[in-house]
């Protein structure tokens, strides 16, 4: 619009000029020493405009040698520039399809003609390590460093996640201490820690971090107790495992309290104690659970506890059953407990009761002993004949559900798949 009106004004003066000079071509005269010239001011313009367009070509041309070279540097890296776009391009389309070689030979030779070199060293580092090339993984990772220092922690956690790919857990172990040395509040370095330490692993490490998990809001909080509590859980399973009881008081010491309530954690927390011969120290602790919370598998670990205070165990069991009368693990846990008191009479109607409300094998076994002591065999054997039953059923729904993972021996044949006896011989 600005040169549309300036040519409109350049063409006004010039009509103007023109009309002027038709009534009037006026008169130059210049002198120089001996030199004079004469002209008419019309010519005199004329020749005024002509050197006036002279000289500003020369201006141009002037100017143009000047630049050139940088123009000539300028369209060369946008050339290259494009041809880096290009590639780019052309390689990660390849990685995703797949192509992981042709993909790296894409980025990697056009990743110094990119104004963002990083992008192409990171991508090729991937396709390196997809291809089990580390040297090359890492040699790419390297060159990142170099062209973006600014880029380290960025660069570092692509190599944490490639080392973590790849099965290199100790090396990313290192990557990520390092890291967190210098970026200890970055959440993504938090949050590859937490995995890592699962992966190794190093559930005493993980328990270490939860706090900085839970200040820095790495997780949402349901997450984050999941999390504290499967670390817990393992520690308490590798000092089971170990025998350690020492270490295990010291894990349930260091628990959170709302952990402590967890069904999970406490059982298994107090099979090791039981196990361990120190179920006495768990009565009160079990059975405050039970009070706040019921469930079935810690009131049967209520009754397997050995040692004093039956007497008091039993009578706090009695009073659940106000609440809880129809269920049989109860029932078991107060047939138990009466057999440890010698209360035959009611060990007998707790542990019939037991096998009426429910398919529990050991009822039918605790009571079967119990009826052998007093004489009455036929009965004993139906219980203990119930009892194989239930049991062997158990049994193969385990191994169904994949829960069995030592060799199987022969199979048990189910009663009805026993051959009849009925008139057979003697060879």
Same mark, same amino acid.
């Given at each position: ?43 005199? #313009?004329?020749? @005024? ?7 500003? /070509? !020369?201006?141009? +041309?002037?100017?143009? *040698? &000047? ?51 990083v992008v192409f060293y990171l991508a090729a580092a991937w396709a390196a390590q997809e291809q089990g090339a580390t040297d090359r993984r890492d040699d790419y990772l390297r060159r ?48 590859? #820690?937490?995995? @890592? ?7 005493? /490490? !993980?328990?270490? +971090?939860?706090?900085? *998990? &839970? ?7 349901d997450r984050l107790v999941d999390l504290e509590a499967r670390a817990y859980g393992e520690l308490v399973r590798e000092c089971t495992e170990r025998g350690d009881l020492d270490r ?11 952990l402590r309530y967890r069904e999970d954690l406490l059982a298994r927390y107090t099979s090791a104690l039981i196990e361990g011969g120190e179920g006495m120290a768990v009565a009160a ?55 440890? #008191? ?10 019939? /009761? ?74």
């Amino acid at each position: 619009m600005k040169r549309i009106i300036g040519l409109a004004l350049v063409l006004l003066l010039g009509v103007a000029v023109a009309l002027g000079l038709r009534y009037d071509r006026g008169y130059v005269l210049i002198g120089y020493g001996h030199w004079t010239v004469e002209t008419t001011l019309t010519v005199f #313009l004329l020749a @005024l405009i002509l050197l006036f367009a002279l000289l500003y /070509a !020369l201006a141009r +041309l002037w100017h143009a *040698l &000047r630049v050139s070279p940088r123009l000539m540097a300028r369209h060369r890296e946008r050339a290259k520039e494009k041809r880096a776009e290009k590639a780019l391009e052309q390689g990660l389309v390849a990685e995703v399809e797949g192509d992981f070689r042709r993909a790296e030979r894409a980025l990697a030779a056009r990743a110094d003609d990119s104004p963002t070199p990083v992008v192409f060293y990171l991508a090729a580092a991937w396709a390196a390590q997809e291809q089990g090339a580390t040297d090359r993984r890492d040699d790419y990772l390297r060159r990142a460093l170099a062209r973006a220092p600014k880029a380290a922690v960025a660069i570092r956690l692509v190599q944490a996640r490639l080392q973590m790919a790849g099965g290199e857990l100790e090396a990313a172990l290192a990557t990520l201490d390092e890291l967190r040395r210098k970026a200890p509040k970055n959440p993504q370095v938090l949050r590859l #820690l937490a995995e @890592l330490y699962q992966r190794l692993p190093d559930w005493n /490490a !993980l328990v270490h +971090l939860i706090p900085e *998990l &839970r200040r820095r809001k790495v997780f949402p909080e349901d997450r984050l107790v999941d999390l504290e509590a499967r670390a817990y859980g393992e520690l308490v399973r590798e000092c089971t495992e170990r025998g350690d009881l020492d270490r295990l008081h010291a894990v349930w010491a260091g628990m959170p309290r709302p952990l402590r309530y967890r069904e999970d954690l406490l059982a298994r927390y107090t099979s090791a104690l039981i196990e361990g011969g120190e179920g006495m120290a768990v009565a009160a602790l079990l059975g405050d659970a039970l009070e706040r919370r019921w469930s079935a598998r810690l009131v049967y670990l209520y009754g397997l506890i050995d040692g004093h205070g039956v007497q008091e165990r039993l009578r706090r069991a009695e009073g659940w059953r106000k609440a809880h009368e129809h269920d049989p693990v109860l029932l078991l846990t107060l047939g138990r407990l009466c057999l440890a #008191l010698e209360l035959w009479g009611k060990a007998r109607a707790y542990l019939e /009761a037991a096998c009426e409300r429910g398919r529990l094998p050991e009822a039918h076994c605790l009571l079967a002993r119990l009826l052998e002591r007093a004489g009455e065999e036929a009965v004993a054997h139906r219980h203990w004949r119930e009892g194989l039953e239930l049991a062997v059923e158990e049994e193969r729904r385990r191994w169904l559900r994949g829960e069995v993972t030592a060799q199987p021996g022969l199979p048990i044949p189910r009663p009805d798949q026993l051959p009849s006896v009925a008139g057979s011989k003697e060879s």
